[in-house]
């Protein structure tokens, strides 16, 4: 009876969440466009809005089932709009409020780093499961702060995003 009382809302415990990983791409943060990165200001590339009865975070600690915390590869390449050229700048991951009032940064990488392997974890950039989560009506971002006006060609060919989160529900 308890589990059924924790299910419809009865007593007085917290239902248990239950926890799983995921990987993120550019389809998730909602990019369907080529996005304008002016030169010296942060520019929010893409959103995810946490679910109701969820809470997300950037990262995973068991990337392949293995209880590794040294985190998952997080991989970004973005293409410019030039061919033959990438994105040259930095990235932020950031979980901000509804209301993109209260923000906090996860991780700030340069592109070039971001972009350096997917496949061998002594080159990637591992990403573990960040402390703060991403309740409902939140956000996860991808910003993007270049010296340079520049152009994200978000369906270039070799415009890839991997990017691991926690998913808590």
Excluded: H
């Amino acid at each position: 009876m308890g589990i059924l009382n924790n299910l419809v809302g009865g007593g007085n415990k917290a239902p248990r969440l239950q926890k799983f990983t995921r990987t993120y791409t550019l389809a998730d943060f909602g990019v369907t466009a080529n996005v304008s990165i002016p030169a010296n200001s942060w520019t929010t590339l893409g959103t995810v809005t946490v679910p109701a009865q969820q809470q997300v975070t950037f990262g995973s600690n068991d990337p392949i089932g293995g209880g590794s915390i040294a985190g998952a590869p997080c991989y970004i390449i973005m293409d410019s709009d030039t061919e033959d050229t990438r994105i040259s700048g930095k990235l932020r991951l950031a979980i901000t409020n509804a209301n993109e009032t209260n923000t906090v940064v996860v991780m700030e990488e340069t592109t070039q780093k971001m972009s350096s392997s997917r496949d061998d974890r002594t080159k990637a950039v591992l990403l573990p499961e960040y402390t703060v989560r991403a309740k409902e009506d939140s956000k996860l971002q991808v910003l993007a702060f270049c010296t340079s006006a520049q152009v994200f060609d978000y369906d270039a060919t070799d415009t890839e995003w991997s990017i691991p989160v926690t998913v808590y529900q």
